[in-house]
């Protein structure tokens, strides 16, 4: 069964980091585009970043510079390392697919919560 | 930026056909693929379709997308409604940039 599990999540400070993982089964993370999308509370879907199986990473303007997307080959797992966090950062974050025209499907994670508050 | 717009809200009876628009607010929506995705509450969201007109195994074809480049909008149809397919929906495509964007979710209510 193909599945991604990501872990964490948790409570944070106003200008901590944190490192969210989303570990693969059934899937190679590696041979796939990869990407992060967040769900603050009670609102919609805000996409995050990608990384491409080639390694190319991109951001969304709220994140960048602060967020850094990455992934370890061998342990099949995507990462999001969080830095300089924002109660506005507060969210579920989703280990999600990014599809490109493979013409192939990528399932969701079922997200783990980041809170950053004092 | 590049926007997705979609209807706040939708109702429909079960047994009839919706279709929820996504307009692009500009450039060409055909130039990227358009994905759309339903969150039951409580719930992670999962894909109903991909790269504008795939249909992941375990979807029923009941459900369906589409592409109007006139419009400069996308579709997701859903025939013979089931009241477990009330949920929010969105639509999601890229920017130029490669970066994604989402609507802003359509809520389905079936009554």
């Known amino acids: 069964e193909v599945q991604l599990v990501e872990s964490g999540g948790g409570l944070v400070q106003p200008g901590g980091s944190l490192r969210l993982s989303c570990a693969a089964s059934g899937f190679t993370v590696s041979s796939n585009y990869m990407s992060w999308v967040r769900q603050a509370p009670g609102k919609g879907l805000e996409w995050v970043s990608v990384i491409y199986s080639g390694g190319s990473t991109y951001y969304a303007d709220s994140v960048k510079g602060r967020f850094t997307i990455s992934r370890d080959n061998s342990k099949n797992t995507l990462y999001l390392q969080m830095n300089s966090l924002r109660a506005e950062d507060t969210a579920v974050y989703y280990c999600?697919?990014?599809?490109?025209?493979?013409?192939?499907?990528?399932?969701w994670g079922q997200g783990t919560l980041v809170t950053v508050s004092s | 930026n590049f926007m997705l717009t979609q209807p706040h809200s939708v109702s429909e009876s079960p047994g009839k056909t919706v279709t929820i628009s996504c307009t692009g607010s500009?450039?060409?929506?055909?130039?990227?693929?358009v994905q759309w995705y339903q969150q039951r509450p409580g719930s992670a969201p999962t894909t109903v379709i991909y790269?504008?007109?795939?249909?992941p195994s375990g979807v029923p074809d009941r459900f369906s997308g589409s592409i109007d480049s006139s419009s400069n909008s996308a579709s997701l149809t859903i025939s013979g409604l089931k009241t477990e397919d009330e949920a929010d929906y969105y639509c999601?495509?890229?920017?130029?940039?490669?970066?994604?964007?989402f609507g802003g979710g359509t809520k389905l209510t079936v009554l």
């Open positions: 999600a697919p990014y599809y490109y025209g493979s013409g192939s499907y990528s399932p």
């Open positions: 500009s450039g060409s929506i055909a130039s990227n693929y």
């Open positions: 999601q495509s890229y920017d130029s940039s490669n970066r994604g964007v």
């Open positions: 790269e504008d007109n795939q249909r």
